[in-house]
T-cell receptor, first 113, second 110 residues
Framework: DADVTQTPRNRITKTGKRIMLECSQT?????MYWYRQDPGLGLRLIYY???????NKGEISDGYSVSRQAQAKFSLSLESAIPNQTALYFC????????????FGSGTRLTVV | GQNIDQPTEMTATEGAIVQINCTYQ??????LFWYQQHAGEAPTFLSY????GLEEKGRFSSFLSRSKGYSYLLLKELQMKDSASYLCAVRKGGSYIPTFGRGTSLIVHP
């Protein structure tokens, strides 16, 4: 099994729909992150969580919300999807030092039509 | 804020050596990371530098100069499978969150 699992892998949804992307990890890390990646723009941070009771906004949190249900689970929701949220979404985990960097999930390719 | 600059694209020949540069401007400094990302896949961690100097890991090496705000990733004995994007990420002083550059797309040809 993968260290960081994201579901679904691909999703097409309509404008205005609510959608949830899920992430679970077996690394035992306290820290979890959600990024989106757009061509030419690199990885941008949406939200991050340093433990179960900690939630922080990243640079592009508008239109998104998150829930940290357990140490191993961190989900991202789009309350009312819009076409410019079409992107590749990555969940990642790390320990506190990050000396071994992030471990990323395989990504969710989301298309909003 | 932070400014991270990498070349957009580079090409190189199989078996050769390539150097991918990353320059940054940041308030304080708390570490620099390099990741490799194949098309459509997740980034994978390559290296972490927090002190000046060269860190070697097999065919890959990463160099850091904090005073110059400069790092490079050196890839030796290039293989076709090294064709990928290489992402530089910098953590500013007092922060636990790195900011990613836009990545360098490396194309290795025979």
């Amino acid at each position: 099994d993968a260290d960081v699992t994201q579901t679904p892998r691909n999703r097409i949804t309509k404008t205005g729909k609510r959608i949830m992307l899920e992430c679970s990890q077996t690394k035992g890390h306290d820290r979890m992150y959600w990024y989106r990646q757009d061509p030419g723009l690199g990885l941008r941070l949406i939200y991050y969580s340093f433990d179960v009771k900690d939630i922080n906004k990243g640079e592009i949190s508008d239109g998104y919300s998150v829930s940290r249900q357990a140490q191993a689970k961190f989900s991202l929701s789009l309350e009312s999807a819009i076409p410019n949220q079409t992107a590749l979404y990555f969940c990642a985990t790390s320990d506190s030092r990050q000396a071994d960097g992030y471990t990323f999930g395989s990504g969710t390719r989301l298309t909003v039509v | 804020g932070q400014n991270i600059d990498q070349p957009t694209e580079m090409t190189a020949t199989e078996g050769a050596i390539v150097q991918i540069n990353c320059t940054y401007q940041t308030s304080g400094f708390n570490g620099l990371f390099w990741y490799q990302q194949h098309a459509g896949e997740a980034p994978t961690f390559l290296s972490y530098n927090v002190l000046d100097g060269l860190e070697e890991k097999g065919r890959f090496s990463s160099f850091l100069s904090r005073s110059k705000g400069y790092s490079y990733l050196l890839l030796k004995e290039l293989q076709m499978k090294d064709s990928a994007s290489y992402l530089c990420a910098v953590r500013k002083g007092g922060s636990y969150i790195p900011t990613f550059g836009r990545g360098t797309s490396l194309i290795v040809h025979p």
